[in-house]
């Protein structure tokens, strides 16, 4: 697939605490890096852990992929290789 097939994108996932760690909530859009990066930092005092990512979203299907840590604060869980 080629690059053009993709569209970058910032996105915010919080994180709740569970039983087995932590469960992601909501992701929440963000318009630029500095955008996601700020909502991550105003989400931070209400969860378990937030991260900001940038990632590549399949034009075609909507899936994302390649993500890319713009800011981690709290417990948040690896990313899968």
Do not use: C, W
């Not at 955008?35 to 969860?47: D, E, P, T």
């Amino acid at each position: 697939m080629s690059e053009a097939a993709h569209l970058v994108q910032y996105i915010v996932v919080p994180y709740r605490a569970a039983a087995e760690g932590v469960a992601p909530g909501e992701i929440r859009p963000a318009s630029s890096e500095f955008g996601a990066i700020r909502i991550a930092n105003s989400m931070a005092s209400k969860f378990a852990g937030v991260a900001a990512y940038e990632v590549l979203v399949d034009k075609e299907t909507g899936d994302m992929q390649s993500p890319r840590i713009l800011a981690q604060i709290g417990t948040v869980p690896a990313l899968d290789d």
